[in-house]
């Protein structure tokens, strides 16, 4: 059988141990009190020694010499991971430690300006459109606005192809945010009439894009939640990461990029209040910015 080496330093630091306290019990047999009582030091603290040592190698120092080598093949892997940004990882979306309502509420019910800027592009955005129905949580996002935040939501046009494509995926069983609240348009307007009436120095545009949708993202600030669409799965099964942004680049500036494509894509219908104060559908053209008359397409 072969030894380790640190098991014969082990052996070899038990057979000191004994050999001290042989020549303590020598030394009181021949009754000389002070060496008897400087081995009897040595030998105890040697003793203490080797059963702290022996200890460890027999219950926690192969273990974690093992875990210290899984760790070490594993390096390259955190050290993408850091470099990315990447926070968490779940196979699937409905067991992501962090969820979009969890991300939204908190951004919501924080008294400072956590963000100066919120993107929002999903199929649904369930919990965000849900949110737009509670007062309170009305008041604190116009709050936000008002203090300078820019927030932009897209959801899914209930009538455009890529909403009929993205149904198809996902089974049939699909919603798309338009058709959660059949009032949003008033919804959306007495939310913008507010901001204007209060002078918000930042601005809200909701509105509804028809690109084939490939993931859904919420970001807030420097953090960022996406969910990546599988073909014949629902959004909640599909795989979900965090992100943060340290480098401005990596997966966090990927994702970025994805959402301002997507918004220029000439494809995209905002909610903004016209010369009546009333919400109609502005087109955002390749620019980004909103053409000066609103939208009679109703493709959309």
């Given amino acids: 059988m072969r030894i380790s080496k640190k098991t014969k330093s082990l052996i070899i630091l038990t057979i000191f ?10 030394m009181h047999l021949k009754e000389w009190d002070l060496a008897y009582g400087v081995f009897c030091n040595i030998a105890a603290t040697c003793f203490t020694f080797v059963i702290l040592a022996w ?19 594993t390096h390259p892997l955190i050290e993408t991971g850091i470099r990315s940004g990447l926070l968490e990882l779940a196979n699937e979306r ?12 908190s951004f919501l019910d924080q008294e400072k300006l956590s963000a100066d800027s ?15 129905l509670s007062p309170v949580h009305t008041n604190s996002l ?17 009538k455009g192809d890529a909403a009929k494509i993205r149904k198809e995926d996902e089974g049939g069983h699909a ?10 348009q008033d919804v959306i307007g007495d939310i913008l009439r507010q901001i204007k009436n209060r002078e918000g120095k930042g601005s809200l545009k909701y509105g509804f894009f028809n690109v084939t949708p490939s993931c859904s993202i919420i970001r807030i600030g420097d953090r960022m939640l996406v969910t990546n669409y599988l073909y014949n799965m629902l959004g909640r099964v599909c795989p979900t990461f965090l992100l943060q942004d340290k480098t401005h680049s990596g ?29 109609r559908l502005y087109k955002v053209d390749e620019d980004g910015r909103l053409e000066a008359n609103p939208t009679t397409d109703d493709v959309w």
Avoid at 94 to 105: F, G, P, R
């Fill in 17 to 26: 141990a004994a050999l001290f306290i042989c020549m303590a019990l020598i």
């Fill in 55 to 73: 200890v460890y190698a027999l219950t926690g120092g192969e273990p974690l010499e093992e875990q210290m080598k899984e760790l070490k093949a």
């Fill in 94 to 105: 409905q067991y992501s430690k962090t969820q979009v309502n969890d991300m939204w509420i």
């Fill in 118 to 132: 919120v993107d929002v592009i999903s199929n649904v955005g369930r919990d965000i459109v849900h949110s737009l």
């Fill in 142 to 158: 116009v709050n936000k606005i008002i203090k300078g935040c820019n927030v932009r939501i897209l959801t899914l046009s209930p």
């Fill in 175 to 184: 919603l798309v945010g338009a058709e959660l609240v059949p009032n949003l």
């Fill in 251 to 279: 997966l966090f500036a990927k994702y970025v990029q994805h959402f301002e494509n997507v918004w220029k894509s000439g494809k995209v219908l905002v909610y903004q209040l016209d010369e009546e104060d009333q919400a």
